[in-house]
T-cell receptor
C-alpha cells in the first residue's frame, strides 16, 4: 500500500522558473522529511518538519507541513541546474511507534532544470 | 554530521553466488539500521529493520532467507544476498540511527547480477 503520494513524478523546467512538489497521504505522520538524491548516491536530508502548519525555508527552498500533518509541499524559487535531482518525501510512521523511527518514502519527483 | 559508509560501492557477480554488503556508522553508535532497495528511477523501498543484537524485522514480501541481515555490533550491519539472480540487481542503501529521529543514509551499493 502506497501511503505517500508524490506529484508530479517527473518535472522538467527552465532555469529561473518556480516549481512546487506535493506529498500527500491519508495518514497522519509524526514528522515528515524531504530528501534530495543524486544518481548513484544515497539520499541527503534537506529538512524535517514536525509541527502541523510549520513552514521552513532553506535558501530558495520552502517546505510546508499541512495543518493535519498528512501532507507537505516543497517550493523551489528560481530553480537552477544544480537543483536537478530526485526529491523524496518520507514520513515517520504512521504505525512505527517505539524507537525504530521507520520511514515510508514517497515515489519521488525527478526534477530536471535545463540551463 | 554523522557518517555512514557502505562497502562495496559497486559489485558484479554471477547468478547463483552470494554477495555481502557492509554498512558502517563511522562516528556514532547505531542502535538501529535499515536496509532499502531502490530500482532505477524509483523510490526507496524498505526491506528490513535491524536492531543490534537481535533478529532483523523484514517487510512484507521480502524473503528473510534470501536477504540475510546481521547486526552484530553497534557500528556494523551486513546484508547478504544469497543465490543472487538478475532480478536482484538493484541499488541497495542502508541507513542508521542512534535512537534519534534522524536516519543517516549510506552512499549505496550498486549490485549487478549477470
Amino acid at each position: 500500500t502506497q501511503l505517500l503520494e508524490q506529484s508530479p513524478q517527473f518535472l522538467s523546467i527552465q532555469e529561473g522558473e518556480n516549481l512546487t512538489v506535493y506529498c500527500n497521504s491519508s495518514s497522519v505522520f509524526s514528522s515528515l522529511q524531504w530528501y534530495r538524491q543524486e544518481p548513484g548516491e544515497g539520499p541527503v536530508l534537506l529538512v524535517t518538519v514536525v509541527t502541523g502548519g510549520e513552514v521552513k525555508k532553506l535558501k530558495r527552498l520552502t517546505f510546508q507541513f499541512g495543518d493535519a500533518r498528512k501532507d507537505s509541499s516543497l517550493h523551489i524559487t528560481a530553480a537552477q541546474p544544480g537543483d536537478t535531482g530526485l526529491y523524496l518525501c518520507a514520513g515517520e510512521g504512521p504505525n512505527s511507534g517505539g524507537s525504530n523511527y521507520k520511514l515510508t518514502f514517497g515515489k519521488g519527483t525527478l526534477l530536471t532544470v535545463n540551463p | 554530521g554523522a557518517v555512514v559508509s557502505q562497502h562495496p560501492s559497486r559489485v558484479i557477480c554471477k547468478s547463483g553466488t552470494s554477495v555481502k554488503i557492509e554498512c558502517r556508522s563511522l562516528d556514532f553508535q547505531a542502535t538501529t539500521m535499515f536496509w532499502y532497495r531502490q530500482f532505477p528511477k524509483q523510490s526507496l523501498m524498505l526491506m528490513a529493520t535491524s536492531n543490534e543484537g537481535s533478529k532483523a524485522t523484514y517487510e512484507q514480501g521480502v524473503e528473510k532467507d534470501k536477504f540475510l541481515i546481521n547486526h552484530a555490533s553497534l557500528t556494523l550491519s551486513t546484508l547478504t544476498v544469497t543465490s543472487a539472480h538478475p532480478e536482484d540487481s538493484s541499488f541497495y542503501i542502508c541507513s542508521a540511527t542512534s535512537g534519534e529521529e534522524t536516519q543517516y543514509f549510506g552512499p549505496g551499493t550498486r549490485l549487478l547480477v549477470l
